[in-house]
């Protein structure tokens, strides 16, 4: 004779309990920062500008960074920049991006300039 066996429930009470746990450390493991912003313009309709104020060329490559034709260190941008046009209240600058630019090559340089304040900056897109 065959003895018949009741299946037991599943009892749900200690998924529960592990779920609630790993929610409970993935809120406390993650941070809940915010992070920096860049703003970007788009560019306006050309007009007549004054011509006493000299432009700056940025050229941006993946490796390469280049102020007016003469290689520049990232961390060295400030001062390249405070060397340039003194007296000028504003420095237009034109940010040209290589084809080999990554998103956040552009954002690190993008908050470097920012951070130099008198600077007015136009990115140049392919």
């Given at each position: ?44 309709a050309g007009g007549a500008g004054s011509d006493d104020v000299k432009r700056s060329f940025l050229q941006l490559g993946e ?64």
């Amino acid at each position: 004779m065959r003895r018949r066996t009741r299946r037991r429930r599943l009892s749900m009470t200690s998924l529960i309990d592990v779920i609630f746990l790993l929610l409970l450390f993935f809120m406390l493991s993650s941070t809940f920062s915010r992070f920096a912003e860049v703003e970007l313009s788009a560019a306006g309709a050309g007009g007549a500008g004054s011509d006493d104020v000299k432009r700056s060329f940025l050229q941006l490559g993946e490796e390469t960074l280049r102020v007016n034709g003469q290689d520049v260190v990232l961390g060295a941008l400030p001062d390249t920049f405070a060397n340039l046009s003194p007296e000028a209240e504003t420095l237009p600058v034109i940010v040209s991006l290589r084809d080999d630019v990554t998103a956040q090559r552009l954002t690190d340089v993008l908050v470097v300039l920012r951070g130099i304040g008198r600077l007015s900056i136009s990115v140049l897109g392919s």
